[in-house]
């Protein structure tokens, strides 16, 4: 395991970098976000352990970060102030010290009316971007463009967006109102801006299993993901400290798995790129875990894994299960439990063996671990 400190900031965020496997990005918040400034940090890992390459300091909190998909040294983050920034690793500041930088961003947005809680870049078309904030909208981006494509309103806190990796206009945001929508660009706008679903994550799920720790009132939905080989998948995590799956193709059946374990609520989720029924989830009781679907329902490589060697919202009572405990159409395979504070971010290596990943959370820590050696804790 490798660790760096983010001295004074507390981690959002972390991504890998999509062109080099040794590269991260964290976007970090002074104060735990509630005041304060910001930095983005880029880091290497070396033979010597993670090395920071540069930073970049902003004058507002940034609650998550995108690498651009079209340009290996350009990074996108998202702010407290209600903007984004685009800042390139290539760019030096002339009244920085070479290698360490803390330039200005080579671009600006400010459309958002609050803070802009997530990021994400266009995984297909990759000439575009998006972005959700508390002031109940996602808007779409070009980084040619100085001002929005789109403004989606969703009317409530909007917590997380992101662009289906199988489509260019599919996009989908979860909030504060517990329910997934799904947009498609490619339609007219004049009715429903481009809705064309909407699922109550907290609606009964298709087994008609009992959930773990009983029924569950609707709750905010913090954070969700596109399955990379099933089209039609996406996972969601909420307050309520489920993690639930569900089917696009019959959002009217419910989710097909409930997991539940954490025993706060779930603010990070991230499918593997390797295995299509193994999930990645980052929580407030400072644990990152790692999880199996039911291989009947996620298509592409199963339990590779397992050969494998060895202001916050959200507080709930403790206690639905551990490591092996069977969930609804799934099962916790791995618990890592080193962060001492919030876990807010994770994201899963591209390149390399499977199971490679970084972790970052309120703690001022970022950890890049392997799976397989938490597994079955």
């Given at each position: 395991m490798l660790e760096f400190r983010t001295q004074g900031f507390n981690g959002y965020n972390v991504q890998y970098s999509p062109f080099f496997d040794s590269r991260l990005a964290v976007a970090c918040a002074a104060n735990f976000g509630l005041v304060g400034n910001g930095r983005l940090y880029i880091l290497n890992l070396t033979p010597n352990g993670i090395v920071a390459e540069k930073w970049f300091d902003t004058q507002d909190s940034l609650f998550d970060l995108a690498w651009s998909e079209s340009h290996e040294n350009q990074v996108l983050a998202a702010t407290g102030d209600g903007s984004l920034k685009l800042f390139d690793i290539g760019v030096d500041d002339?009244?920085?010290?070479?290698?360490?930088?803390?330039g200005f961003p080579i671009s600006s947005w400010q459309e958002h009316k609050r803070e802009v809680f997530s990021t994400h870049w266009n995984l297909v078309s990759?000439?575009?971007?998006?972005?959700?904030?508390w002031d109940g909208t996602v808007k779409v981006w070009s980084p040619t463009r100085p001002t929005s494509l789109f403004t989606i309103p969703t009317h409530s806190c909007?917590?997380?967006?992101?662009?289906?990796?199988h489509s260019p206009s599919i996009l989908s945001a979860v909030s504060s109102d517990s329910h997934l929508r799904v947009f498609d660009l490619r339609t007219p706008s004049s009715s429903s801006n481009h809705l064309v679903m909407r699922i109550p994550i907290h609606s009964a799920p298709a087994s008609k299993a009992p959930l773990?720790?009983?029924?569950?009132?609707?709750?905010?939905?913090?954070?969700?993901?596109?399955?990379?080989?099933?089209?039609?998948?996406?996972?969601?995590?909420?307050?309520?400290?489920?993690?639930?799956?569900?089917?696009?193709?019959?959002?009217?059946q419910g989710p097909l798995a409930v997991l539940g374990g954490h025993d706060y609520a779930v603010r990070r989720l991230a499918w593997s790129p390797h295995l299509?029924?193994?999930?990645m989830s980052a929580s407030y009781d400072m644990t990152a875990r790692v999880w199996k679907t039911s291989s009947d329902m996620e298509s592409g490589g199963a339990g590779g894994l397992e050969n494998g060697s060895g202001g916050v919202p959200g507080a709930a009572p403790t206690g639905m299960g551990g490591v092996g405990a069977r969930n609804c159409s799934g099962e916790e395979i791995?618990?890592?439990?080193?962060?001492?504070?919030?876990?807010?971010?994770?994201?899963?290596?591209?390149?390399?063996?499977?199971?490679?990943?970084?972790?970052?959370?309120?703690?001022?820590?970022?950890?890049?671990w392997d799976v397989r050696a938490f597994m079955g804790r």
């Open positions: 002339s009244n920085s010290s070479p290698g360490i930088g803390g990759k000439d575009t971007f998006c972005s959700s904030s909007t917590y997380s967006a992101a662009f289906s990796p773990p720790g009983g029924a569950t009132p609707p709750s905010e939905a913090l954070t969700h993901d596109w399955n990379r080989y099933n089209p039609s998948l996406v996972a969601t995590g909420s307050v309520d400290r489920l993690i639930r799956t569900f089917d696009t193709r019959a959002p009217a299509g029924d193994v999930l791995g618990r890592m439990n080193l962060h001492t504070e919030f876990v807010t971010g994770v994201d899963w290596c591209l390149f390399g063996a499977e199971g490679w990943c970084a972790s970052v959370g309120w703690d001022e820590r970022v950890l890049v």
